[in-house]
């Protein structure tokens, strides 16, 4: 069937489903975002004791979360170039998609997976970004 797959290299994900699973050769990985493994730490990303942004980088969290792929898909014996799909969640559009777009051609500049860019309200976590891949893993 499918071999669930799972690293203590890559941040815990938030819920009850594992970083990855393998169907044959492909790799489906769960939403991944951007925090620092072994923590809940965004990177990028300070607030208050209220819960309001008294720091916000968005370019951190682009690299961490594209970071957090890259570990995920060495897990689970992939690399960068078996991307053939990747979906993109934004919680802001219009401040984030040129800054996203512009980190995003240099850690995909040989892969060039499909790519589907979404703006949505809002992520489980503090996020403003997440990944969602599928990559097919030569035999």
């Known amino acids: 069937m499918s071999d669930p797959i799972h690293t203590n290299k890559a941040p ?3 819920g009850l489903y594992p970083h990855a ?21 965004i990177p990028g990303l300070e607030q208050d004791k209220n819960g309001n942004f008294t720091a916000f980088d968005f ?14 898909l060495e897990a689970s014996g992939a690399t960068w170039n078996d991307l053939v799909d990747v979906t993109v969640f ?5 401040r984030d998609f040129a800054t996203y777009n512009r ?9 060039q997976p499909c790519r589907t860019t979404v ?3 809002s992520l489980p976590t503090p996020i403003a970004i997440e990944l969602k891949c599928i990559a097919a893993i030569r035999e």
């Open 59 to 72: 370019e951190a969290q682009c690299r961490s979360v594209f970071d957090n792929v890259r570990i995920v």
């Open 103 to 111: 980190i995003y051609a240099e850690y995909f500049k040989d892969a």
């Open 90 to 94: 934004l919680t802001d559009m219009q």
């Open 119 to 121: 703006g949505i309200t």
């Open 12 to 14: 815990e994900p938030v």
């Open 21 to 41: 699973r393998r169907v044959g050769n492909l790799l489906f990985l769960s939403g991944i975002g951007p925090r620092i493994p072994g923590s809940n730490a």
